[in-house]
Each structure stands twice: as C-alpha cells, then as structure tokens.
DNA sequence: TTTATATTAGTAGCAGGTACTAAAATTTAG
DNA sequence: CTAAATTTTAGTACCTGCTACTAATATAAA
C-alpha cells in the first residue's frame, strides 16, 4: 500500500481489520508500510483490541448464534403453549436477516418462525410439514418484533393436523399461512 | 468432581472440551483434581489442541458459516440463470440442516432455496416475496443433493412476477411451489 | 520386589501481544 | 529559519497460555 496520512491510515485499518479480524500486528505493519508500533498505537486509538480477543469475540459471538439456530428446534422464543390449540412465540429481528439492497427480512426467517411454532404447537413425538400456504402481507425490516401466533383449526384422524400461523409487528399483520403437518412414527421414515 | 481413571477422565475430557472448547488447561486440571501437566498429556493423547487453536477454529469455522449464510443472498449455488424466465440452482443438505429426532431437514432451508431462486431470475434491482403456495411432497434428509428449478409463468404489467419453482433429489420431487414477487422500488419501501 | 504405567514438578522458550520510556523524524506555527 | 508540537520508530520488561523437554514420585501390575 502506498503511504498515507494518520488519518486515512486509521479508517482503512479500521476497515481491514474488520473485514479479516484474523491479522497480526505485523502482518499490518507490512500492508501500510509503518512500524509494528505505529500500528499498536492506531489500534489503541481506535479501541481495537489485539489478534486474540478479536478471534475469540468471533469465536463466541458465532459460538452463541450456532447454538440458537441448531440446537434450538424452535425458532424464536416460545411464551405461550396450549398443546393442540395454540401457541404464540416472538423473533426479533436484526440486521442479518435482510437483503442489503431493501433491508427487507428475508422471508425464511419469517417462514421458520411459522414452521417452528406449528411444529411445537401438535403434540406428537413427530411432525412433518406438509403443505403451506403463505402469504405475506408487508414487508418488514430490521430491529422488529415478530409475535406469531398460532391456531389448531383441525385434526384429522389424530394424524393431520391443520394449523393457521399469523405474525404480526405491532397490529399490523405482516405474513399468514395454514400448514397442514402430519404426524408420522418414527420408524416409518427412514430411508 | 471425584478422580477418577486414566480412561475415564480422557472420555470426560474429550466431552468437555467439545461442549465448551474455552476452557484453559488450568480451568481442567481444577474440574478433574490433577495436574496441569495431566491434562497436557491427556490431550496430547487425544490429539485435542491448544485452547487458542480451539478458539481460532471455531472463529474460522463459523465465520465461514456466517459468511454463507448472510452475505451469500442466494442459498445453494446457482448453476444456470435466464433472467426473467428460467434459473437451477442446487443444495447440499447437512446434518445441521435436520430435526435431531427425526433426521428430516427443517422445511426452511428447502423454502429458502426456493425464494432465494425466484428472487435471483428476476431482472429487477428489488423484488419482494408477495405470495407463495407451497406444498412439500417428502422428507427431505442430510446429505442429499437439492436441485432447485425455477420457471417464470407470467409477467403482469412488468412488475408482478409469477414463478413456479419445484425442487428435486434426483428423479423425486421433495418440494413445490408458486411465488408471486412484486418488483419495487427502493425509495417506496423506506419507513 | 521389581517393573511398568501414570502423575507431578520444574525449566527454557515461543507467539502475540501490553505498558512503558525514549529517541528520531516530520509537520506546523511563529 | 527555528522552535514547538505531533507522529513515528526503537527498545525493554512483562504477561498469558501454552510446547517441549527432563526428571522425580506415586500407583498399579507382574
């Protein structure tokens, strides 16, 4: 890189390190062309900490989301269940979640909030999502409470269930679908 | 906890370490009433890294993950693309992906994969999931290979797109699905 | 009791730093 | 142009969480 003045030195440090927090101070030094030292006092300036408490703030911030997208089956957080009745859970949702270009949840993140609570809702050791039909209504955007809101409508021979999930932010309506899930023995769907 | 045999502790030990993989040797060698030097040997048996190697590849791992998952906009690997009237696109299923009990991948990745195509035939900067119908037509399980393919039905006053999208592991169709996206412009959709 | 096996102790050295002091080099002001 | 202020570089001691190694004990098996 050629030379710089502090200033711009500091804002494109800033940007590296952020996009590849995994540099070293040297590796660093080398890239602007300045002393290990220099770098050590930008970072210091700025509030970055050093390589390994960038790595580990990587490590448990994705440490955390693993944990709450793969081992939580349900997506959001449940606050009410009424075992084959209803059940109502919350996601809010954040800046990874949208398109860039609109800042526009996607909209599986809406879909596996419905999913997961008309999974949760039947009272069957298993279920398999079946048909849906979805639509939604608005779009909705970063930094929004989605409350879902589940309803049983109907059980067919103990084995189809049909349920109608609506997800509200606020009082407005954004995304609604009935899923029909069918409970299956375990043993059944092996391949 | 209460000592315990070589053998014993090595098993405890590889639990542990997978559960929490922050923990120092010295932390160890206080939950198992050993030495330090104990747990490095054990862990030299077991292969089992240094704690910053431990946390530098769970950084790596998920920032990769991550970086898939968010910055990616299309989910899977778009393999053929007519703007506006066709597009394929395929996934390769995980254990990550399916329902601890059951083995069947959770039914938002299959839909994600179906919006994120029918977003990316679109010749238009934004588009909006309007509508979608959906029916899910078998259990979709890890480590198969989801091809998506997407079909542009109609065009309605060049702004509302009608795809069907139907998606296949091999000659079975697992999923499919009718989207209707309304193109929209940036500037109209600002709260 | 001798011989293995397992455990503990202790030392030197490494990576990637922090924290500090001090000297140059460069810029800015008077 | 010169003095003062700012920026950059140099160097040292120390820190953490190790590795790699040597050597002494403790425990169990033959």
């Given at each position: 890189?050629?030379?710089?003045?502090?200033?711009?030195?500091?804002?494109?440090?800033?940007?590296?390190?952020?996009?590849?927090?995994?540099?070293?101070?040297?590796?660093?030094?080398?890239?602007?062309d300045v002393s290990i030292?220099?770098?050590?006092?930008?970072?210091?300036?700025?509030?970055?900490?050093?390589?390994?408490?960038?790595?580990?703030?990587?490590?448990?911030?994705?440490?955390?989301?693993?944990?709450?997208?793969?081992?939580?089956?349900?997506?959001?957080?449940?606050?009410?269940?009424?075992?084959?009745?209803?059940?109502?859970?919350?996601?809010?949702?954040?800046?990874?979640?949208?398109?860039?270009k609109t800042q526009i949840?996607?909209?599986?993140?809406?879909?596996?909030?419905?999913?997961?609570?008309?999974?949760?809702?039947?009272?069957?050791?298993?279920?398999?999502?079946?048909?849906?039909?979805?639509?939604?209504?608005?779009?909705?955007?970063?930094?929004?409470?989605?409350?879902?809101?589940?309803?049983?409508?109907?059980?067919?021979?103990?084995?189809?269930?049909?349920?109608?999930?609506?997800?509200?932010?606020?009082?407005?309506?954004?995304?609604?679908?009935?899923?029909?899930?069918?409970?299956?023995?375990?043993?059944?769907?092996k391949r």
């Amino acid at each position: 890189m050629p030379k710089m003045v502090k200033k711009e030195r500091l804002k494109k440090l800033q940007e590296e390190i952020q996009e590849n927090p995994f540099l070293r101070d040297e590796e660093l030094s080398e890239m602007f062309d300045v002393s290990i030292q220099t770098i050590r006092l930008d970072r210091m300036h700025l509030n970055i900490p050093e390589l390994r408490e960038r790595v580990k703030s990587v490590a448990t911030e994705n440490h955390d989301k693993v944990k709450t997208l793969s081992r939580g089956e349900i997506v959001g957080e449940l606050i009410d269940l009424q075992l084959n009745t209803s059940a109502i859970s919350f996601l809010e949702t954040d800046k990874d979640m949208v398109f860039q270009k609109t800042q526009i949840v996607k909209g599986h993140y809406i879909f596996a909030l419905a999913e997961s609570l008309a999974m949760a809702v039947i009272d069957a050791p298993v279920a398999i999502t079946g048909v849906a039909n979805i639509k939604y209504t608005k779009p909705v955007f970063a930094e929004q409470r989605l409350v879902a809101k589940a309803q049983v409508t109907h059980i067919r021979d103990g084995k189809e269930y049909y349920i109608h999930v609506k997800v509200n932010v606020k009082e407005d309506q954004v995304f609604r679908s009935k899923f029909i899930l069918t409970a299956i023995d375990v043993e059944g769907v092996k391949r």
